[in-house]
């Protein structure tokens, strides 16, 4: 820190909320948050994207359907996506192909495996078929989540106050994704930094969501109507920014926050799960 800037800071790093802001300042500067949300996003736009198309010319219609369903899209945002599929088929897409196409698709698994390795300095799972095997599982994962999501947005309706359940169950299906993706990726790791980041951003994304559920409609008919496919393209990429950023930025809190919770005395963590050192 330069000198003259440690009189002002004093006052701040003599608290702990203070050392917890400049320390993630610190940690948000080092794993490049901004760089790496933006390869996130990319990277979710290229590798989900087409694993839903692939599944689309699989299974006709009905199923194109179902992904203008799952995406949410409005009418005009339907006809050009409807339009840009209308010559996919299940010819398209052989058995070759769409072992390309989930191949291809693990390059999100890689640049997140690479994200929590620098964020929470671990070494990961050693190269080769099996952490292959695990990208694949943690893109499997994700389309899954997709899916489950409006799964879970139908079974709200279901129950007593549509609205609660579906706030309790989004966050419930939140922390699980990011509790196992980096676990999936990563292996073993402390258990306190999974259900920290898990929980922030299970919090975050209560708020995130609702903004999403007002900008996101009118900015995909917007983009649609004025660029067509083009235009979809970009919204989506950086609505999936916003996401990718807030999955870093919680990961990186909720690694600090488990730090210093590990810091305390005993006497004062209770019955808090024990941390063990990550694998190395």
């Not at 196409?101 to 698994?109: K, M, N, Q, R």
């Not at 922390?175 to 999974?194: E, K």
Request: glycine share 8%; proline share 7%; no cysteine.
């Amino acid at each position: 820190m330069p000198r003259w800037l440690r009189p002002r800071a004093a006052p701040i790093l003599q608290n702990r909320a203070g050392q917890l802001a400049l320390t993630t300042a610190s940690e948000l500067i080092r794993v490049q948050i901004f760089d790496r949300a933006m390869t996130l996003a990319a990277q979710a736009f290229t590798s989900i994207f087409p694993i839903l198309i692939m599944l689309g010319a699989f299974f006709g219609h009905r199923a194109r359907d179902k992904l203008d369903d799952l995406l949410k899209l409005p009418d005009s945002a339907v006809r050009v996506v409807d339009e840009a599929l209308s010559d996919s088929g299940s010819s398209a897409f052989g058995l070759l192909g769409s072992l390309i196409v989930v191949l291809s698709a693990t390059g999100l698994a890689r640049a997140l495996n690479r994200a929590y390795r620098v964020i929470w300095s671990s070494p990961g799972r050693p190269a080769g078929p099996a952490a292959t095997a695990w990208q694949i599982g943690t893109v499997i994962l994700l389309v899954l989540f997709l899916i489950t999501a409006r799964v879970l947005g139908w079974l709200s309706g279901l129950l007593p106050a549509p609205r609660v359940a579906g706030v309790f169950l989004a966050l419930a299906a939140d922390f699980a994704l990011a509790f196992l993706l980096p676990r999936i990726l990563l292996g073993p790791l402390p258990r306190l930094r999974l259900l920290f980041s898990g929980a922030l951003f299970a919090l975050v994304m209560v708020g995130v969501r609702a903004a999403g559920s007002i900008y996101l409609p009118r900015a995909i008919q917007t983009s649609a109507e004025r660029y067509g496919t083009i235009g979809l393209a970009f919204t989506f990429i950086g609505w999936l920014y916003v996401i990718s950023f807030v999955l870093l930025l919680t990961a990186v809190v909720g690694g600090l926050l488990a730090d210093l919770w590990s810091e305390r005395p005993p006497r004062l963590r209770r019955t808090a799960p024990r941390v063990d050192a990550p694998p190395g």
